[in-house]
């Protein structure tokens, strides 16, 4: 079974960046989308961005458009999210997950499409 992994969470002051990285095993990501998503403590789970199993096509929220970028590296093992301009609303858990329906499925299906989740990492912005 896809076993996922994130890391690159921690604590940032406003305007800083992390990198945050999902990382596979057991299987690679070559048949997977690969989304992220959030979730800040009394708010529901909301999707940040996604990547196609290509890596052909993405798609980002408008509240990280422009600052955060997500791509997956060549050996198909790895995801990144490279998160700049930090903000406080940018506090959350960070969840990576993967879809094997196929990229619009899964960006239709959103969060219910998405069958393996990592266990989440934790990002705080503040000064």
């Known amino acids: 079974q896809l076993q996922l992994a994130e890391s690159g969470g921690g604590l940032v002051q406003p305007g800083g960046s992390l990198r945050l990285s999902c990382a596979a095993s057991a299987f690679t990501l070559d048949n997977y989308a690969i989304g992220w998503f959030r979730q800040a403590p009394g708010k529901e789970r909301e999707g940040v961005s996604g990547?196609?199993?290509?890596?052909?096509?993405?798609n980002y929220a408008d509240s990280v458009k422009g600052r955060f970028t997500i791509s997956r590296d060549s050996a198909k093992t790895t995801v990144y999210l490279q998160m700049n301009s930090l903000q406080p609303e940018d506090t959350a858990v960070y969840y990576c997950?993967?879809?094997?329906?196929?990229?619009?499925?899964?960006?239709?299906?959103?969060?219910?499409?998405?069958?393996?989740w990592g266990q989440g990492t934790q990002v705080t912005v503040s000064s």
């Open positions: 990547i196609s199993s290509s890596g052909g096509s993405t």
């Open positions: 997950a993967a879809c094997g329906a196929g990229w619009l499925s899964c960006r239709r299906l959103g969060p219910s499409g998405y069958l393996y």
